[in-house]
């Protein structure tokens, strides 16, 4: 079956990094472009970019241009989220997710990540 | 930037038909997809996608529309489990590089 297993959670300082990972098995790792989505707690579903596993393209959502970067390795059919510069406001739910492929005669291919919390505190 | 514009609650009662609506100047040409969660910090369920179109194991009683500017995912005969917080989603560029989810609705059913 399909699984897109995260990393663990993170403590970080203000003005740190984190780098998390996104394991996935079950289907083609290249086939479909991975999104990386962020909750903060109590808030919303954000957007952050999207990669795709076969070239490395990546998309930004315009509010984390310059601060995140995604990138993939296909050998270990693993995606990462590089996140720099941790404000408190990172605090959040980061998920990987393959999002609402839709293949005529197939059913829809959703799929997502456990998330991982990343916690940003002095 | 982009944004898909939802209210921040709903309430019904059991048995009713809720209606969550998401506007956005995109909708008209771009699809528009529906995710529940129950609790926060749990990922999403997708509920439907490409405006209407319902997954596998989702009630009948999920459906969605769309027309103009705004998408609206109806739950008919809404129960006590449908209480969830909803999300749209969706792309306002043709070649799908940017995506935005919707503020949140959070279905109360009591």
């Known amino acids: 079956q399909v699984q897109l297993v995260q990393s663990g959670a993170e403590v970080k300082k203000p003005g740190a990094s984190v780098k998390v990972s996104c394991k996935t098995s079950?289907?083609?790792?290249?086939?479909?472009?991975l999104h990386w989505v962020r909750q903060a707690p109590g808030q919303g579903l954000e957007w952050m970019g999207r990669?795709?596993?076969?070239?490395?393209?990546?998309n930004y959502a315009q509010r984390f241009q310059g601060r995140v970067t995604l990138t993939r390795d296909t050998s270990f059919s693993t995606a990462y989220m590089e996140l720099r510069w941790l404000t408190f406001d990172d605090t959040a739910f980061y998920y990987c997710?393959?999002?609402?492929?839709?293949?005529?005669?197939?059913?829809?291919?959703?799929?997502w990540g456990q998330g991982t919390l990343v916690t940003v505190s002095s | 930037s982009y944004e898909l514009t939802q209210s921040p609650s709903v309430s019904v009662s059991p048995g009713q038909t809720a209606r969550i609506t998401c506007s956005g100047d995109?909708?008209?040409?771009?699809?528009a997809y529906w995710y529940r969660q129950q609790r926060s910090g749990h990922a999403p369920v997708l509920v439907i996608?490409?405006?209407?179109k319902r997954p596998s194991g989702i009630p009948e009683r999920f459906s969605g529309s769309s027309s103009g500017t705004t998408a609206t995912l109806s739950i008919s005969g809404a129960q006590v489990e449908d209480e969830a917080d909803y999300y749209c989603?969706?792309?306002?560029?043709?070649?799908?590089?940017?995506?935005?989810f919707g503020g949140g609705t959070k279905l109360t059913v009591l």
């Open positions: 995109a909708l008209p040409t771009k699809y």
């Open positions: 079950g289907y083609t790792f290249s086939e479909y472009y």
């Open positions: 997710a393959i999002i609402a492929v839709a293949e005529e005669g197939l059913p829809v291919f959703d799929h």
């Open positions: 996608y490409q405006d209407s």
């Open positions: 989603y969706s792309t306002d560029t043709s070649d799908k590089s940017n995506w935005v």
């Open positions: 990669i795709n596993p076969n070239s490395g393209g990546t």
